[in-house]
């Protein structure tokens, strides 16, 4: 059996210099800007996440470190495929890193922190500090306690069950039938056999390189916030908030912000709330704690670029409007400013609107005047945060793809090798059939749509491209209404933020 198990190589989007420099901003720092950055990865992997920043932000650099010599190898196969000239891929350990190396604007490290042993975390942090330009923002991903504990528990199950096995791939086939079998026989009536259940159900949904990171490798650490907090500062640096989220709410329900009082830290509470979720895992974002940043600045929300991929799912009316994300989770909507907001962002998505912009346009259609810090505190304080994110910068994206569609070649290289497709929020899109996936492969800015649906029905015709239930000698027939289907086709691809132009 193969010996070798990829890692997911997914990019990070919470990870985004944009996206960490909107948190930076609203906390009165002032990170630099995406376009002219020095961005450092510790643990890139295949490096994917730099390579579609290398892409998308020629005058910036960015360099990746990773131990794994076979996945920077890979990465730079990409990188001369892709012709990117300002990514860095070097095979060493982040324990050789030198503070001459710095300083960076960014340093992210996602997948690393709870997965190496207790000597290369206190390095990583210590690098963390001696690398940060002044105003620089960190990103570190970790489990978190207390859901850490439940994963556990499936660890040590698992593990129990494979120790004698030495294949990579055959372990992880072990973990999956104990997982079954387990799952088979616990009970979901029962609390805390349902919890084990729970974790084990994660399993058999997770794929080969989780489920050998997570539960089959020789470390997976959950560390508290609180304690994450403590050790960042014991490392000169100081937590600012979670990556994943936008939500500002002040989430504590009313007893638990009684029971903390008044004066309460905002860590604490967000720990109590840990607990109260069962919370898995974090992205902390970071400066360096001599960096003075200040709470929630909604006045400079304005500047900031906001997008949501919600579909309305009622028709707009006085009452309750409900709105879907693509992601599917549901919202449902009572305040007027909120539903104009949110009717806005849909339509413009996957591009965006500066704050300001949309404050602009949602005071056009009511009564009022929204100023652009109000819009932003009914946006992130009310729950949205999920499905409502901010950004420095809008990626390069377009809804109507022009005369000659162009995706970029990061996407177009994923969908010729039948790997999943990083669009311009540097999330990973599952671009399937395989029709939709050649026709991406062809988006080069050469082609108008007759050109691309003449090369689509050679492929089909040829054989290259399969379409499931189609008798091959229907093939030649099928030109037309792949002509009659191309904008559909290339408005979904758009939908999914995989065209630039
Ligand atoms: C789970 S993978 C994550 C890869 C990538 N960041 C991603 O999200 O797909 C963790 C990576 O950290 C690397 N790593 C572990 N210890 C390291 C160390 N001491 N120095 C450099 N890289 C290390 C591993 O080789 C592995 O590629």
């Known amino acids: ?4 198990v990829r890692a997911a190589n997914k990019p990070v989007p919470d990870a985004h210099p944009d996206r960490l420099r909107a948190l930076g901003l609203l906390r009165g720092l002032a990170p630099r800007s995406s376009d002219h950055c020095r961005l450092l990865e510790l643990g890139c992997g295949e490096g994917i996440q730099l390579l579609a920043l290398g892409l998308a932000l020629p005058e910036s650099s960015f360099v990746g470190i990773d131990l794994d010599a076979q996945a920077i190898a ?84 698992l593990q129990l069950n494979v120790g004698d096995v030495a294949a990579p791939l055959e372990r992880i086939a072990r973990a999956r039938a104990v997982a079954t079998d387990f799952t088979r026989a616990l009970s979901d009536k029962d609390p805390p056999q349902s919890a084990l259940r729970n974790e084990l159900l994660h399993v058999l949904r997770a794929s080969d390189s989780l489920i050998a990171l997570e539960y089959l490798g020789p470390e997976s650490t959950a560390f508290s916030l609180r304690d994450f907090d403590a050790r960042l500062s014991r490392h000169g640096l100081r937590y600012l908030a979670d990556a994943a989220t936008f939500d500002l709410s002040p989430a504590a329900p009313r007893w638990l912000a009684e029971r903390l009082g008044p004066g ?39 500047e900031l670029a ?53 404050a602009r346009l949602v005071s056009m259609r009511t009564s009022t005047e929204v100023a652009p810090p109000e819009l932003a505190r009914l946006l992130f304080v009310n729950g949205l945060g999920r499905s409502v994110f901010a950004s420095a910068e809008s990626p390069r994206c377009t809804r109507e793809p022009g005369a000659k569609p162009l995706a970029t070649p990061l996407a177009r290289l994923q969908a010729r090798l039948g790997e999943p497709v990083t669009n311009q929020h540097h999330v ?24 691309l649906s003449s090369r689509m029905g050679d492929a089909i015709e040829q054989g290259t491209v399969a379409i499931a239930g189609v008798d091959p000698s229907a093939r030649a027939q099928l030109r037309q209404q792949i002509a009659r289907e191309m904008d559909a086709c290339l408005a979904k691809l758009a939908r999914f933020g995989l065209i630039v132009a």
């Open 1 to 4: 059996m193969n010996s070798y």
């Open 74 to 157: 890979r990465g730079k196969e990409l990188a001369d495929e892709l012709g990117v000239k300002n990514v860095t891929l070097q095979a060493r350990d982040v324990r050789d890193l030198a503070a001459s190396e710095g300083p960076f604007d960014y340093v992210i490290g996602h997948g690393l922190y709870s997965w190496v042993g207790d000597d290369v975390r206190t390095t990583l942090l210590d690098a963390c500090r001696s690398l940060l330009a002044e105003q620089g923002l960190g990103f570190l991903s970790f489990n978190t306690l207390p859901g850490g504990y439940h994963r556990q528990m499936a660890r040590e199950l």
């Open 264 to 302: 309460a830290a905002p860590i604490d509470e967000q720990q109590h709330l840990d607990y109260l979720t069962l919370r898995r895992f974090r992205q902390a974002v970071f400066c360096r704690a001599d960096a003075s940043p200040t709470g929630v600045a909604f006045e400079r929300a304005g």
């Open 306 to 358: 906001v997008f949501a991929s919600v579909a309305p799912v009622t028709k707009p009316s006085a009452g309750a409007m409900k709105f879907r994300t693509l992601a599917g989770l549901e919202l449902e909507v009572t305040n007027e400013t909120l539903k104009l907001a949110l009717s806005e962002l849909g339509g413009r998505w996957p591009c965006g609107v500066r704050l300001a912009e949309l």
């Open 428 to 451: 990973h899109v599952d671009v399937e059939p395989a029709f939709n996936r050649h026709l991406l492969s062809l988006l080069d800015g050469t082609l108008d749509r007759a050109g």
